[in-house]
């Protein structure tokens, strides 16, 4: 892993040279230089890296059997030996190499459609070779199509390890990864960082003995375990990994603990009036945790929490909450939302709420006139506009805080690190460098991040950096569930008969337009004709578009218009995704529902079943369907839940892929597998609490073999 450090000081020294000269000045690459290139961009720059490299897989070429045999064998990977008898090249049907060898008990076809001219030659008559491969009965008997051979002499040794199979770049060849390992491996000091006896009582095999087993498993060890990476040696290496990235998580803990923040400690007039205010009582579920965020915004260290809460769980008004309570504290609240349809829904209904109680809410999005923005950046820079709602444009070097103590992102993964980041230093000077980590002297604002799409705890627990998790696991009362069907899109008439007796109770639909990721156009298109379609079907509805290439102001017409109640029905693109809250819409039309992901499915369907009416949503498909569309389908019909809908989706994809690269930070774990090691995650939390209240070295050492420079990753 690397050493930022050093890289820094290393590409420091080439500052000042003139890039053109030194190129010219630069000697060819040797093939040792180019092969240490080639390693860099795998990662394994260090002995340590390399000794980390773990195998993919294993061959078993310890043994030989006779070709006759081997043709018993079905599909399995075999080996055999034999000498060569006859090698031609061919060109019928195609130009191919034909070798065929003969050991005791009868001969073996070699097919090689690609081969070099050395090939040919190395392979004459007489030679004797070891060809591994799966043997085919073909019609000229048996045969095998590009095995692997190699050359030997009679009676040359077998291996006596299973051959491990590396994950390797571009030119690397297998057997230059093994031999650089090799090397890596003599070399080491292979200190364990676990002290024997904890070792011993966490039942873990030792750290040397267990590298050395996976890059060279002896012949009788259980391959079933070193496959499914259950293994003690896979064990210890898993272990080892959660327990770095427990360890780690910890201490970034610690560092926000000892972080100066403004305790906002006043839960005053304006906390109480606008809670009396607010049409209805909140849910137990949202009592609960606006305790926690609450207890924490009282602490003088930055809070970092994220709130999760199914869509339509109410996590805007606990947000609100907690912004009249940093305002009670004599303190400004920013909320940040990821679309202007979505900022501009929350500034509605948050200034709706704050205005009568005498707070000046302020809105600042990237679609205002330059004088609007002026007028927003003044309120906000006097410490007029208590709350500032808006969208990135937030993030914007001329937007100054007079006092800011609390920063909400709604629906937080939409954002990245550093946009986040920008956020939360804007409670710094105006000059510090707004994308860097603050130090430890700083003071920073308090921090409420908001989810609508679930990850499941224990994922959130182990990839997400230091972070305190609440969840919303009640729906405000009142609410029915909504009733999904899945419905081939060749039924489409249908469909549209029951949109239309929808609007003639007086409810409102939804029509989503399918997911054209290649092509922006190409959804905008989809999206017209649709419309077009649907007026035509229905002409005496009135339908409406929003899409995302309509100005701010028009898509801001048409919402309006909808929530109003004055279109029946909208042909939406994906916009719509987030967040919008009409509770007349009761019917959710979505096309081509197949080229959805889960947690995109299950927004959209949160568009509706807002209100008292019974609601569904109709997933149009095309079919066949494929195996994963198929199965996000089924998951969409028999379940409601969020959190178990997040469950799937992570069953489905994987934890890399759930949270996306960016959030994962370069998937972090590479060995443990979160969902069959959570056993592990237990274990190495537990035994992390104890490393960190006394044993020091040892937390150190554990970090710098497994983390080495990536560890600030963790702490945004
Ligand atoms: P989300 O968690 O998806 O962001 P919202 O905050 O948009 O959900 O809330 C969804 C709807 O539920 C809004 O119309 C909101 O006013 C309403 N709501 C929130 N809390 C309650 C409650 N305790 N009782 C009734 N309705 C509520
Ligand atoms: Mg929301």
């Not at 031999?179 to 491996?185: F, Q, R, S, T, Y």
């Not at 006043?266 to 606008?274: D, H, L, M, P, V």
Request: glycine share 6%; proline share 5%.
């Amino acid at each position: 892993m690397p050493a930022p450090k050093k890289k820094a000081s290393a590409d420091s020294t080439k500052e000042g040279k003139a890039p053109a000269k030194a190129s010219k000045s630069t000697p060819p690459l040797s093939n040792a230089q180019k092969a240490q290139n080639k390693l860099a961009k795998l990662g394994l720059r260090s002995d340590m890296d390399l000794a980390l490299h773990l195998p993919l897989r294993y061959e078993d070429e310890t043994q030989v059997i006779s070709i006759h045999d081997a043709s018993l064998r079905g599909t399995q990977v075999v080996q055999v030996e034999g000498i060569v008898s006859k090698s031609d090249i061919q060109f019928r049907p195609r130009r191919q190499l034909v070798v065929t060898i003969t050991d005791d008990s009868g001969p073996l076809v070699m097919r090689f459609v690609n081969f070099y001219g050395s090939q040919a030659k190395q392979l004459s008559e007489g030679v004797r070779v070891r060809v591994r491969g799966e043997l085919r009965h073909g019609f000229f008997g048996a045969e095998m199509v590009h095995p692997t051979y190699k050359v030997v002499l009679e009676g040359a040794p077998l291996p006596t390890a299973l051959t491990p199979v590396y994950p390797a770049g571009e030119g690397l060849s297998q057997a230059y990864l093994r031999k650089a390992i090799g090397g890596a491996l003599s070399r080491i000091n292979w200190r364990d960082t676990l002290p024997p006896a904890m070792l011993e009582e966490l039942k873990l095999g030792g750290f040397e003995s267990s590298i050395r087993l996976l890059h060279n498993p002896p012949t009788d060890v259980d391959e079933y375990a070193l496959e499914e990476r259950s293994h003690p040696a896979w064990i210890r290496m898993k272990f080892d990994e959660l327990l770095a990235q427990q360890l780690s998580l910890k201490r970034a803990q610690a560092a926000r603990r000892a972080r100066n923040a403004s305790a906002l400690p006043t839960i005053g007039k304006i906390s109480r009036a606008f809670i009396k205010q607010l049409p209805f009582k909140l849910t137990g579920a949202q009592q609960r945790v606006l305790a926690e965020i609450r207890h924490d915004l009282q602490e003088s260290f930055p809070m970092q929490r994220l709130l999760q809460g199914d869509v339509g769980s109410g996590k805007t008004v606990v947000a609100a909450v907690a912004a009249a309570q940093a305002i009670d504290s004599g303190f400004q609240a920013v909320l940040m939302a990821p679309t202007e349809i979505l900022a501009d829904q929350h500034f509605r209904k948050i200034a709706a709420w704050m205005e009568p109680l005498g707070v000046k809410v302020a809105w600042l999005t990237g679609s205002l006139k330059k004088k609007e923005k002026a007028e927003a950046n003044a309120l906000i820079e006097s410490g007029e506009a208590r709350l500032v709602i808006g969208t990135h444009a937030l993030i914007q070097d001329n937007v100054q805080f007079q006092k800011l103590g609390l920063v909400i992102v709604d629906e937080q993964h939409r954002f990245g690190v550093g946009q986040r980041l920008a956020l939360r230093n804007k409670a710094r000077d105006a000059d510090a460098d707004i994308s860097a980590m603050p130090s430890a002297t700083q003071t920073v604002p308090h921090q409420l991040m908001m989810s609508a799409t679930p990850i499941p705890r224990t994922l959130a627990m182990t990839y997400y950096a230091d972070l305190e998790v609440s969840v919303i696991d009640e729906l405000p009362p009142g609410r029915t569930p909504i009733v999904t069907r899945t419905i081939d899109q060749n039924r489409r008439e249908e469909v549209i008969a029951r949109v239309h007796a929808n609007a003639l109770e007086g409810r409102q639909v939804y029509w989503v337009c399918p997911l054209i990721e290649e092509s922006e156009a190409l959804q905008l298109q989809t999206a017209t004709d649709t419309y077009s379609m649907l007026a035509e079907a229905l002409p005496d509805l009135r339908i409406g578009l929003v899409h995302g290439r309509l100005k701010q102001a028009e898509k801001q017409d048409v919402m309006d218009a909808f929530s109003r109640g004055e279109i029946h029905v909208l042909v939406a693109t994906t916009v719509i995704e987030v967040g919008v809250d009409v509770p007349n819409a009761s019917l959710m039309v979505i096309e081509h529902a197949e080229r959805f992901g889960l947690s995109q499915l299950h927004q959209l369907r949160g568009r509706v079943g807002r209100g008292a009416a019974a609601s569904a949503c109709i997933l149009l498909y095309q079919s066949p369907l494929g195996g994963t569309a198929k199965q996000r389908l089924m998951t969409m019909r028999e379940t409601a839940d969020g959190f178990e809908i997040a469950r799937r989706d992570l069953e489905i994809r994987g934890p890399g892929e759930f949270l996306g690269a960016r959030q994962s930070g370069e998937a972090l774990l590479r060995f443990a597998d979160l969902a069959t090691d959570q056993w592990l995650v237990e274990k190495a939390r537990n035994l992390a609490q104890t490393l960190l209240q006394n044993e020091d070295a040892i937390v150190d050492a554990h970090l710098q073999r497994w983390l080495g420079g990536k560890e600030d990753f963790l702490k945004v």
